[in-house]
C-alpha cells in the first residue's frame, strides 16, 4: 500500500500507538542474512518490550545468542527450524515458539517467510526459567471470554507463574467486543491477523484491519469492537504474574 499525499493510519501517542503497513520501515540486523526487520515496538517509544515483522528474501540462518532476553516468535507465512543443542523444530503457518532466557538458539528460515519477534527482558519467579516450548495454533483450546461465545481466546502458554507474560489468540465474531473498556498496568504488543474492527485507545478510535500493529502502554483505556462479515482475529502480549514492582 503506497501513501498518498504524506497520509498514513499510523498514529503514534505517548501512552500507544497504531502501526500500518503503509508506514512500514525496514532495516537490516547484524547476523541475520537476507532478512528485513520492522520495528513496529520498541523502548524507544516507552514500551518495555520489543515487536518486529521479520521478512526474509532468501534461504539463510541467524543466531539468537544466550542473554537475559526471552523471544517469543509466530510464523505468518513460509518455514523456519529453531535448532539448539538438544533439538531442532520444524515451524510453518501459525506455529509459535518460546525461547526462553540464556538459551543459544539458531534459527533457519526459507525464502519468503515471515514471522513476528517479540523480546524481553525476562523476571524469573525465584531461581526458575521456563524451558523451550514450540506448539500451533490449532492445538491451544479456546475458551469463550467472560461466557461471551462470540469472544474465543487461546492461551499459547501454559498457565503457570513460572512465565512473566501471556500470549495470547483472540477471535471475535462479527459485531463481538469486549465487555467493558479495560486499564490495567500490564502493556501489550497485537497484530491483527484476520479481520478488523473498531479499537479504542485512550480517547481515540482508530479504524484497524489485518497487517495493523497496536501498542498498549500501562494504563492506557483499551476496547475492541468486530466489524465487517468475517471474524476478527489478533495475536497479542501482555507482562503477567509479575507485580508492578518488579524490574
Not at 542473554?67 to 533439538?87: M, N, R, W, Y
Request: one cysteine or more.
Amino acid at each position: 500500500m503506497l501513501s498518498t499525499f504524506g497520509s498514513t493510519r499510523s498514529s503514534i501517542k505517548t501512552n500507544h500507538a497504531l502501526l500500518t503497513p503503509e508506514s512500514f520501515e525496514r532495516v537490516t540486523q547484524p547476523g541475520w542474512e537476507s532478512a528485513e526487520f520492522v520495528y513496529v515496538i520498541s523502548p524507544q517509544m516507552g514500551a518495555r518490550f520489543s515487536m518486529a515483522l521479520v521478512e526474509t528474501s532468501a534461504q539463510a540462518e541467524a543466531t539468537i545468542g544466550s542473554s537475559e532476553l526471552a523471544s517469543f516468535l509466530f510464523v505468518l507465512d513460509g518455514q523456519l527450524e529453531i535448532k539448539t543443542d538438544e533439538a531442532s523444530h520444524e515451524l510453518g503457518r501459525e506455529n509459535f515458539a518460546f525461547l526462553p532466557p540464556f538459551l543459544a538458539t539458531r534459527l533457519a528460515y526459507a525464502k519468503n517467510t515471515r514471522f513476528v519477534l517479540y523480546q524481553w527482558r525476562f523476571i524469573a519467579n525465584g531461581e526458575q526459567y521456563p524451558k523451550l516450548l514450540v506448539s500451533h495454533s490449532s492445538e491451544c483450546p479456546s475458551f469463550a471470554l467472560r461466557g461471551d461465545d462470540a469472544l474465543q481466546v487461546q492461551k499459547m502458554l501454559p498457565i503457570d507463574p513460572i512465565f512473566d507474560g501471556e500470549f495470547n489468540l483472540m477471535s471475535f465474531e462479527p459485531g463481538a467486543s469486549l465487555a467493558y473498556v479495560e486499564t490495567h498496568f500490564m502493556e501489550h504488543g497485537l497484530l491483527f491477523i484476520d479481520g478488523g474492527g473498531i479499537y479504542r485507545l485512550d480517547d481515540n478510535w482508530y479504524p484497524v484491519q489485518k497487517g495493523d500493529f497496536i501498542w498498549m502502554g500501562p494504563h492506557v483505556p483499551q476496547w475492541f469492537g468486530a466489524l465487517g462479515r468475517e471474524r476478527s482475529r489478533y495475536l497479542i502480549y501482555k507482562n503477567y504474574n509479575r507485580s508492578p514492582m518488579a524490574g
